[in-house]
Antibody, heavy 118, light 110 residues
Framework: QVELVESGGGVVQPGRSLRLSCTAS????????MHWVRQAPGKGLEWVAV????????YYADSVRGRFSISRDNSKNTVYLQMNRLSAEDTAVYYC???????????WGLGTLVTVSS | QSALTQPASVSGSPGQSITISCTGS?????????VSWYQQHPGQAPKLIIY???KRPSGISNRFSGSKSGNTASLTLSGLQPEDEADYYC??????????FGGGTKLTVL
C-alpha cells in the first residue's frame, strides 16, 4: 500500500532554515510527481510546490518562491523541501502528497509540524 | 494565485443531499477540467474524493459527485451520513503550473 512519511519538522527561529523529508513506499516513486501542501493551525490547505517525476520541472506558490526549494532522490524514494528565511507565516503542518496523473493529490502523508517562533 | 471561494459552512440532515460550490476564475476552474475535492476529518490528513472535476477514485462512495459550470465547480453529497461530517476543500490546477485551493467548507450533519 502507498505510504508517505514526512519528517524534519520542529521549532525554528525566524530567519533560519529547515529541511523537510518525505519518504515513500508502496509504489514506483520515480514515476510520480510529488507535491508539498501546508496547513496553518486552524486554517485551510495551501499548495506549496511540485516536482516532476524526474526532477526536471519544479513550480512554487508565490508565497514561497525564492525561499523554498523542492528536490528529490529517486534512489532513496525521498522528496525534500528546503525552507529558507522562515517567518511566522510559514508555521503549518506540511504534507507531502503524490501527484496522481500530476494534477491532483491522490495520497497524502500524515504531515510534519513546523513552528517558526523566537 | 487567489484562493477559490467556498461557503464557510453547510449543513444537512441524514439522508438529505447538499452541494458545496467552489468559484474560481478563467485562470483556473474556468479553463481547466482539473478540479479535485478533498475530505478532511479533524486531526487527519486530507483524502481525495473527486479528481478531474467529475471522477471518483476507487473506493469512494458514489454518493459523492462533482460537476462544473463556467468558473464554478460543485461537489454534491447525497444520502448524508454522520461520518460525512468533515471539512471539504476544492482545488484547481491554474495557469503558471500552480495549484489553488478553496478556503474549505465545514459540513455539519444535523
Amino acid at each position: 500500500q502507498v505510504e508517505l512519511v514526512e519528517s524534519g519538522g520542529g521549532v525554528v527561529q525566524p530567519g533560519r532554515s529547515l529541511r523537510l523529508s518525505c519518504t515513500a513506499s508502496g509504489f514506483i516513486f520515480r514515476t510520480y510527481a510529488m507535491h508539498w501542501v501546508r496547513q496553518a493551525p486552524g486554517k485551510g490547505l495551501e499548495w506549496v510546490a511540485v516536482l516532476s517525476y524526474d526532477g526536471g520541472n519544479q513550480y512554487y506558490a508565490d508565497s514561497v518562491r525564492g525561499r523554498f526549494s523542492i528536490s528529490r532522490d529517486n534512489s532513496k524514494n525521498t522528496v525534500y523541501l528546503q525552507m529558507n528565511r522562515l517567518s511566522a507565516e510559514d508555521t503549518a503542518v506540511y504534507y507531502c502528497a503524490r501527484g496522481g496523473s500530476y494534477y491532483f493529490f491522490d495520497f497524502w502523508g500524515l504531515g510534519t509540524l513546523v513552528t517558526v517562533s523566537s | 494565485q487567489s484562493a477559490l471561494t467556498q461557503p464557510a459552512s453547510v449543513s444537512g440532515s441524514p439522508g438529505q443531499s447538499i452541494t458545496i460550490s467552489c468559484t474560481g476564475s478563467s485562470s483556473d476552474v474556468g479553463t481547466y477540467n482539473l478540479v479535485s475535492w478533498y475530505q478532511q476529518h479533524p486531526g487527519q490528513a486530507p483524502k481525495l474524493i473527486i479528481y478531474e472535476t467529475t471522477k471518483r477514485p476507487s473506493g469512494i462512495s458514489n454518493r459523492f459527485s462533482g460537476s462544473k459550470s463556467g468558473n464554478t465547480a460543485s461537489l454534491t453529497l447525497s444520502g448524508l451520513q454522520p461520518e460525512d461530517e468533515a471539512d471539504y476543500y476544492c482545488c484547481s490546477f491554474a495557469t503558471g503550473s500552480t495549484w489553488v485551493f478553496g478556503g474549505g467548507t465545514k459540513l455539519t450533519v444535523l
